[in-house]
Nanobody, 112 residues
């Protein structure tokens, strides 16, 4: 069955960086676009970024454009989110998503 497992979250100071990973299994990873979505405390889901199947096309929410970079390694069935210049408002649970499938998320906390 489809599994998406996120990792790489943690506590970081403002201005710091983190790299999230999402390991996928149970489907032909290389043929599908993948998304990162986040949920801040007390708020709804917010789309963050999408990468198409071959990694050529990448899209970002305005709130993260220029700071976050999505990438993928189809040989490893993994999608990444490099997050730089982190802000307190980036604090959220970050989820990997494809169609109706979701991982359990990884917590990112940006605080001094």
């Amino acid at each position: 069955q489809v599994q998406l497992v996120e990792s790489g979250g943690g506590l970081v100071q403002p201005g710091g960086s983190l790299r999230l990973s999402c390991a996928a299994s149970g489907f032909t990873f290389s043929t599908y676009s993948m998304n990162w979505v986040r949920q801040a405390p007390g708020k709804g889901l917010e789309w963050v970024s999408t990468i198409n199947n071959d990694g050529v096309n990448r899209y970002y929410a305005d709130s993260v454009k220029g700071r976050f970079t999505i990438s993928r390694d189809n040989a490893k069935n993994t999608v990444y989110l490099q997050m730089n210049s982190l802000k307190p408002e980036d604090t959220a649970v970050y989820y990997c998503n494809y169609f109706s499938y979701w991982g359990r998320g990884t917590q990112v906390t940006v605080s001094s």
